[in-house]
């Protein structure tokens, strides 16, 4: 194994206390510091453990990560990722949100509408392949194209239609290509879920908090031709869960970190990108907020989408904060100095010193440029926009699509366009009427695209009546119109296809745009990449990319306001924090408990704390032992690892799980579901 770097570089990034080892790294497994594992933790994991823990874990298509937890297809994740299937399959009468769920048997399992869940199975490099298809003197248009082409051959060389699918991954910011190939299960049923109440128990006000008691977790159930799939890699349940210190391995799927960016372009962030993106997210909270007071059944429409937004204008004021510490930016600014002297002392490697002002000057003209049109809320437009581009890209070959477009993303694109979940109408008129506000601050109101759109009458008229027109709520109507092609499509009076065309022209050529500051970025960071390599050396691990990865580090409280906060809480813990906030209702905890406390061991470990190395998307990822056994299940981070999509820190930076004895002793004790319990790890 190549030696693992552990100082400061501008590829990666510094902790806070760079005397002390920290357990960094979103890694690869394919590229597993095992020396560095042995040399700290006193062990390595084999090919065997690697591959079984990798093909043990699933990704979400709506968003977070989870592990098969039985030879039947059981998955275990989060609650709030699963709140997304949970929204869809509840209705005013049975609110599967708010009470919860209970499969008794197979043949009560509810299934999702549009849910989708990826296995890994193999990662192969094709960097070589990738690279060779664009040429030294190529636009960056040029380039984004050619590259475009050859990533969709890869992704199609290794797809089978709803069954397999492959995935180009870019990897150090555009250094290295990996292509994986996915197992894909489109058949998932919900076997269990708990209430609200006590998955997210303390609501908005403990969210990104610590200490935590909740019980975020639920389990769904994959299928294959009409029956439980059987599942050859799946995770052995721990008797006991981790110890003080126990060092404990988290495989998930972060998503999206920019530890890579240089100096500028996280200024582009703190200064424009992020400020931006909190502006939107309050506004649609806030409307989001007004429309629940309506009433019981509109709070419950609105729950999961309020939720979202929430927790990402949470998230996202952390990561702020973090760019608007001097000491991070100080950091950083003094890690990219120190390897741009490097890189600048070297002959052969002076030529990449431009990719740094190539980066400036992207991250300039995207401020420059950061108006256009807002991003859609309302589903039905969404699905509008689809119909438009998709009956278009589909007259092209499959090497120019758009990728979300090609042969390898049809069967996942085409479960979610046609999906028969439950639209809101009176929800989606309320968004797309703040969309309509919206473009009319952004362009003005006497832009002849702001006039066309509203068409001579308030925001709220023209949403009112696209709403009450369109039969895009109608999935077969969706279905028919993609059928007939472009030319059922151009000639439909749907309201909402009117709008999605009048936009398309604009939406692409945005996206043109875009794709080719970021075919610069690309080119750029390969280069600081491989400057990063020749410097330092080449073990080190790359920015997250809603891809596999593997973290670590041991079980550890630490030291908040000269208080010493304890690695786990326990169960009885839970009465406590309800009577210290007694008479607010996100600290209530659910009947089924309160029912239940006699027979609850109170001394059960409920949430802990490690400091594995995670980030937004790693939420449902499970935790497992050197013996590969679960003993968590990740849900949240503290509110000081906010920073990490930016920067590391073991000091007090954590990620939060549910233990496992807490799932394992709810289950049995509060939901007298003794044969899941009795399913679980086997």
């Known amino acids: 194994m190549r030696a693992v770097v552990l100082l400061v570089t501008a590829l990666c990034f510094t902790t806070l206390a760079p005397a002390l080892p920290a357990d960094e790294g979103m890694w690869l497994f394919n590229d597993l510091p095992r020396e560095l594992l042995m040399q700290r933790h006193g062990f390595a994991p084999d090919a065997k453990w690697t591959d079984h823990l990798m093909r043990s874990s699933v990704r979400f298509n709506s968003g977070g990560s989870g592990s098969f937890v039985s030879s039947q297809g059981l998955v275990l994740t989060n609650h709030h990722v699963g709140a997304d299937t949970l929204h869809k399959l509840s209705t005013a009468e049975r609110n599967l949100m708010q009470d919860g769920f209970l499969a008794r048997n197979t043949d009560e399992e509810l299934k999702a509408p549009d849910l989708e869940l990826s296995q890994l199975l ?145 200024q582009y962030q703190r200064d424009h990108a992020l400020p931006a993106t909190l ?27 309020l939720f979202s937004i929430q927790n990402s204008r949470k998230a996202r004021l952390g990561m702020l904060a973090g760019l608007q510490d001097p000491r991070i930016m100080k950091i950083k600014a003094s890690a990219e100095a120190e390897l741009l002297d490097a890189v600048r002392s070297n002959e052969q490697l002076q030529a990449l010193e431009s990719a740094w002002q190539q980066v400036a000057q992207t991250s300039a003209e ?71 506000s919206e473009v009319l601050e952004s362009l003005g109101a006497d832009d002849e695209l702001s006039r066309k759109l509203i068409d001579g009458v308030s925001a709220a008229d023209r949403a009112a009546a696209a709403i009450a027109e369109t039969k895009l709520a109608d999935p077969e109507m ?78 550890s409280g630490y030291l908040q306001n000269g208080q010493q906060i304890p690695a786990w809480t326990t169960i009885g813990e839970a009465w406590q924090h309800q009577k210290q906030h007694s008479g607010q209702t996100d600290y209530q905890l659910p009947d089924s408990w309160m029912q239940a406390r006699e027979r609850l061991d109170l001394s059960t470990p409920f949430n802990f704390v490690c400091t594995a190395d995670i980030i937004g998307g790693n939420s449902g990822s499970p935790v497992v032992n050197r013996n590969g056994e679960l003993v968590g299940l990740i849900f949240d981070g503290n509110i000081q690892s906010l920073p990490g999509n930016y920067i590391y820190s073991d000091r007090q930076a954590r990620a939060v799980s549910v233990h496992s004895s807490a799932i394992q002793e709810a289950l049995k004790n509060v939901y007298l579901a003794e044969k899941l319990v009795a399913e679980l790890g086997h």
């Open 279 to 305: 502006n939107r997210l309050r506004r649609y909270e806030i409307l989001l907020q007004q429309y629940s007071l309506r009433g019981t059944e509109q709070a419950r429409q609105a729950r999961d989408d």
């Open 478 to 555: 969706r279905r028919r119109l993609v059928s007939g092609g472009p030319a059922a499509v151009q000639e439909s009076a749907d309201p909402l296809l009117r709008i999605a065309r009048l936009i398309d022209p604009v939406l692409r050529a945005a996206r043109d745009e875009a794709d080719a500051l970021a075919e610069q970025d690309r080119q750029a960071y390969a280069s600081i990449a491989e400057a990063g390599f020749a410097v330092r050396g080449t073990s080190v691990y790359p920015d997250a990319t809603f891809t596999l990865r593997l973290s670590f580090g041991p079980v």
């Open 366 to 436: 995207r401020a420059e440029h950061s108006s256009g049109l807002p991003s859609v809320r309302s589903t039905l437009l969404q699905k509008a926009i689809q119909i438009v581009q998709l009956v278009d890209e589909n007259q092209k070959t499959d090497e120019a699509r758009l990728p979300e477009f090609s042969d390898a993303s049809r069967a996942s694109l085409e479960q979610q366009l046609f999906s028969d979940a439950p639209v809101y109408p009176d929800l989606e008129q309320v968004l797309l009427a703040e969309w309509f």
């Open 122 to 266: 193999t990662i192969r490099d094709v960097t070589a392949e990738v690279q060779a298809a664009v040429s030294a003197d190529s636009t960056a248009a040029e380039a984004a194209t050619a590259r475009r082409a050859v990533i969709s051959r890869l992704e199609k060389s290794v797809t089978e239609t709803g069954r397999l699918r492959g995935q180009v991954v870019t990897l150090y910011g555009g250094a290295r290509y990996h292509l994986y190939q996915y197992k894909l299960y489109s058949d998932v049923r919900l076997v269990w879920a708990p209430e609200t109440a006590i998955a997210f128990f303390g609501g908005d006000a403990d969210n990104f908090e610590y200490p935590r008691y909740c019980l975020d977790a639920c389990i769904f159930r994959v299928w294959e031709d009409n029956r439980p799939a059987e599942t050859t890699d799946f995770l052995r349940w721990s008797e006991s869960g981790p110890q003080q210190n126990d060092v404990v391995f988290v495989s998930g799927n972060p998503a999206r970190t920019s530890r890579i960016r240089t100096v500028a372009a996280l």
